[in-house]
Each structure stands twice: as C-alpha cells, then as structure tokens.
RNA sequence: GGAGAGGUGGCGGAGUGGUCGAUCGCGUCGGUCUCGAAAACCGAAGUAGGUGCAAGCCUACCGUGGGUUCGAAUCCCACCCUCUCCGCCA
C-alpha cells in the first residue's frame, strides 16, 4: 500500500518508480481520484456538522419545553449526507483497490532490468564440488535409497507431493529443528507457533491478496492456507502501536506452507524442488524506518550462516526491478549450487518491505520522545526452504555408491548418523 | 454442536436515546513539596482523516458491518471474538 500524501507531493517520482518495474503512469489518475475522494469528505463533513448542530438545537428546544419549536426544526432535517456518503465510499472504494494492486516502491540499490537476466551476483560461498561420477539429482538420489517416494505420494494426494521415509524424513526434521534452533539461540530470534490458516484481512496484510489469491489455497469455510509464515510471523503485528524500545521484533518459526503453484505447470515437475507443500524456517523482523537496511543485511548474514555451516556451495544474487517481488523495496535471494542439476536454484528470498506492509496491516511504532506514531518497517526471510535444503544436501554430499554423507553440524540431530546407505 | 454471559480509552470499570470522545479508579507523563524519594496535592495526556500559512477549526472512532431515529456507546438485525456450563474430541 502507498502513501497517497506521498504521491501527491511527487507524481513523477511515483510514476518513475512504477517505471521501472514496466508499469504505465498511474499518478494522474490516482490524484484525479484521490481530489474527488477530499471533496467527497468535505461535503459529507460539513453535512454532518450542520445535522451536529441542529441535534444540539432539538434537544435544547426539547429541554425547555419547546416541543412546537422542537418538531418544526425536526421537519426542516434534510437528508443531503446521506447522498454523499455513498458518493464518498464509491470514490474511496475505487481509490483503495487502485493502491492496494500497486507494488512496492523500489530501493536505489536496486538494478534495472526486466527480469532475472539481470539480477546481480554479489558473493560467491564455497565451490561447487569436482564429482569423479556424474553426480545424481535428489530424487534419483531419494528414490535409490528407497526413502523418497513421489508415487506413493500421487495416490494420496496427486502430484507435486512427496513422501520421505526413515532416515531421509529424520533428515529433514533434523535440517528444520537445526536451523530453527541456530536462528533462536545464535541469532536473537523467538520461536514462534503460528496458525497455518487465516483470513482476507491477515492475507491482505502481507500483500498476496487482493492480487495473488489464484497462488493460495481455500478452505471450505473461507480461510487461507498459509503460502509462507511471514505471513502469520508479519501479521502479528497489525493493527498494534508498539513502543520503539520494542523494537527490533525478532521471529521466526518452523511451518509447513502451501501453494497452488497455479502459474508453473510443467515447471520443475520431476523431484520435490516444486511443491504443493514443503516445510520452511522462517524469519521475520520488524524494525524503525532508521534500521530496516542494515537488519536486512544482518537477516541475509543469518540465512547464510544456514548455508555455510551445511557446507554447502551458495551465492547472494540482488534481484533486479523486473525480478523484485510485489511487497519488498529490496530483495537478496540465496542461491546454492545442485550439483545434479548443474544450477544454481534459489533456497531462501530475504526481503525488506519498508513500511509497504505496515501500511496494509496498519502497523506503527512511537518514536521515543517525538509526538505521534509512524509505520514499522517490515522484513521477511527464509532461513531456509528446509525441502530444497534436504535436495541440496543430498545432491552436494552423494557418493558413487548411492550413499549420502550427513553434514557434521546434523549429526547429533540425526541421532549421530554419519551417512545414509542404500539397501543392502 | 447446545445453553447462557459479555465485548467501552494502556488496564479495571460506569454509562440503556440528546451538548458523551465518554464519570471514576489504577497506571503513565509534567509540576508542587522534599537533601532525595515515597505519600499527598495540582495539571497533562487517545487514534485517524479533512481544512488552514498558522493558532486553530471540523469529522469519525465505545468488537465489525448494516438498520431504526432529527439524534445511537445506549434500541433492532447479522457477523466476529472472549468467558461459563453441557456434549463431543486430539
């Protein structure tokens, strides 16, 4: 959501800004919309005021016993307020679907460009693995040690679902309670269990809806399944005032989340890099407008830490205007290398959102010793997509044999398992 | 699921049709007093929107949305949430 008074001291700058991510001028109309919108509140204001007034005149005249007088001046009552509020909720209506569709504005930093293409490598971790064989993908992998079943999963569920057996299910649990642990203990973040369903106003918050509501589930009776937990760990802020010395807010949870995935048929079909369901760490801060950079910086450090400590190859891309998603001003995805695939694939997207959600969920702070209260700044990360770290792990540490070697950090939550073997 | 009670400012809690943005208490902030503190006393203080150079003025907000009325925190309807009891259940 934009700062309407924002837009109306700098039209061109708001309009430059949609630029950049391809979309046309909007700022005429928006002003256009935005001055019927003030008119329409004068008018109704002053309505009002008028009918205030002749109330007060009622009951004076009825508490002095002047009940002709009274009656007279209740016959004179007009009804034009009325006819102005429904002109008011029409203008304000079309105002606020117009700037609730509209992304976020862009952060300097961030390059031009259409699309990935022009996304920005900006640090390279570790190097992709030198393999003797010719390394396998995860679901070769999964499906050759027998613990990672897809068709099981299609008889109960359809496609683009997975079933993980013995030591490759520990394994992901192991992964999950791991990096949620690092995040809680090492990072200052606190746990939290959260609602995997929730409603309009909750996915309205966060941004998927009004407009990406084809990318979630439903539920019979009119909930949402969670796509990620920012959208809970976001969420809990809404509709608060919170002290500035709370802040930063710290969180982060282990959740399952869920998409329709609607837009990618015949995308990553094979394996469990593309699911309906997957489990993720999730980190969420909320900061002041003073401290939001320099805590997106520190939340990518901590999801990279995820990435290191699991040895595994990865890069922090920038991503471009074109690649920037609806909410963030900013956005760093984490990379790692899988070496079955030959690529780079993304494994946790960190993004600060400014006050964009603040706005939408109405989420302020007071500023220590200034009068009145100004938007949070919001900012979400995965640390990290726990099914595409388990794909990374068994791609990057598989052996000729079939066998994949356990990260040393994991194997005290694998009950000090050293490595998964294939059937005998 | 059934029956009942209730949702008012940071908290507690009055207020059942008229000048109520709302009595009062607690808490908070400022001051007086004090060597300092406590107590006591005095005072201040909600959020958002519109308008104005400004001082200010105006409007809205008593769970949410409708309705009745000249006028709604108060009456009516729907929904949401909380609590109690019963039933069911992990």
Redo the contacts with the bound molecule.
């Keep these: 959501m934009h700062d309407?008074?924002a837009l109306r001291a700098d039209p061109a700058a708001f309009d430059a800004a949609l630029a950049r991510r391809g979309l046309p001028q909007v700022a005429s109309e928006l002003l256009d919309l935005?001055?019927a919108?003030?008119?329409a509140?004068?008018a109704?204001?002053?309505a009002?005021?008028?009918?205030?007034?002749?109330?007060?005149?009622?009951?004076?005249?009825?508490?002095?016993g002047q009940h002709e007088k009274?009656e007279f001046?209740?016959?004179a009552?007009d009804?034009q307020?009325?006819v102005g509020v429904e002109e008011l909720?029409a203008v304000e209506e079309a105002l606020q679907k117009r700037l609730a569709t509209l992304p976020n504005i862009l952060d300097g930093d961030v390059p031009d460009g259409a699309d990935e293409q022009a996304n920005v490598v900006q640090h390279v971790h570790g190097m992709p693995r030198d393999f003797a064989f010719a390394p396998r993908q995860h679901f070769e992998i999964g499906e050759a040690l027998g613990l990672m079943d897809f068709a099981g999963a299609a008889k109960l569920a359809g496609a683009r679902f997975t079933i993980l057996r013995g030591a490759l299910a520990r394994l992901e649990r192991a992964l999950g309670q791991w990096m949620l642990t690092l995040h809680t203990e090492d990072h200052g973040y606190t746990e939290q269990t959260v609602p995997y369903l929730v409603?309009d106003a909750t996915m309205y918050g966060t941004g998927q809806l009004p407009k990406f509501g084809e990318d979630l589930f439903r539920t019979t009776d009119g909930r949402w399944l969670i796509p990620t937990a920012e959208v809970p760990l976001t969420n809990s802020v809404a509709r608060e005032?919170l002290d500035e010395k709370a802040l930063p807010i710290r969180l982060a949870a282990l959740t399952p989340c869920f998409r329709s995935e609607a837009g990618s048929a015949g995308r990553d079909t094979r394996g469990m890099l593309r699911q309906h369901q997957f489990m993720k760490v999730e980190l969420v801060s909320v900061t002041t407008p003073a401290d939001s950079a320099a805590e997106h910086e520190r939340m990518t450090r901590c999801a990279e830490r995820v990435l290191t400590e699991l040895g595994l190859a990865w890069r922090r891309v920038l991503l471009s205007a074109g690649d920037t998603g609806f909410g963030a001003t900013k956005t760093y995805d984490l990379e790692v290398w899988l070496p079955g695939q030959q690529a780079w694939r993304e494994i946790s997207s960190c993004s600060n959102c400014g006050a964009f959600q603040a706005r939408r969920m109405?989420a302020?702070f007071?500023p220590a010793g200034a009068?009145?209260?100004?938007f949070v700044h919001t900012l979400n990360g995965s640390g990290v997509a726990v099914g595409r770290a388990l794909i990374a792990v068994l791609e990057t540490f598989q052996a000729a044999d079939g066998s994949v070697e356990i990260p040393p950090i994991l194997r005290p939550w694998m009950g000090g398992l050293a490595r998964i073997a294939p059937p005998a």
Excluded at 48 to 64: F, M, P, S, V, Y
Aim: aromatic share 0%.
């Design positions: 309407i008074r935005d001055l919108r003030r008119n509140i004068s109704v204001e002053a009002r005021a008028a009918k205030k007034q002749k109330g007060r005149e009622i009951a004076a005249a009825k508490a002095a009274a001046l209740i016959a009552v009804a307020e009325r909720n409603n005032i109405d302020r007071r009068k009145g209260t100004e």
